[in-house]
């Protein structure tokens, strides 16, 4: 089991700049990948970014690409998405991921955090 705990949300204007975080505990030895996924009011969760935790390979939705970053600290077992020139449509509940590894290739993101607010306005 893994347990995921986001923080860094808050509330900033169209063209400021967040950090998130997303600290892991419990059988992180055993995670394939974390990811960052986002959902705002009325609309479905959407996928926003990940990263392969060993080789730190990532991976980004084509709407934030070139203002999001993806970045894992070892060490702290922490997973970061700095968000730079964010947009009112960047609006919503962001949530961490982890894919643990597994020999079935439907195994996807099993363990997910509570989620951060992350509020922008023009």
């Known amino acids: 089991q893994v347990q995921l705990v986001e923080s860094g949300g808050g509330a900033v204007q169209a063209g400021g700049s967040l950090r998130l975080s997303c600290a892991a505990s419990g059988r992180t030895f055993s995670t394939y990948a974390m990811g960052w996924f986002r959902q705002a009011p009325g609309k479905e969760r959407e996928f926003v970014a990940a990263i392969r935790w060993n080789s730190g390979s990532s991976d980004y939705a084509h709407s934030v690409k070139g203002r999001f970053t993806i970045s894992r600290d070892n060490a702290k077992n922490t997973v970061y998405l700095q968000m730079n020139s964010l947009k009112p449509e960047d609006t919503a509940v962001y949530y961490c991921?982890?894919?643990?590894?597994?020999?079935?290739?439907?195994?996807?993101?099993?363990?997910w955090g509570q989620g951060t607010q992350v509020t922008v306005s023009s």
């Open positions: 991921a982890a894919k643990p590894y597994s020999n079935d290739p439907s195994r996807g993101y099993d363990y």
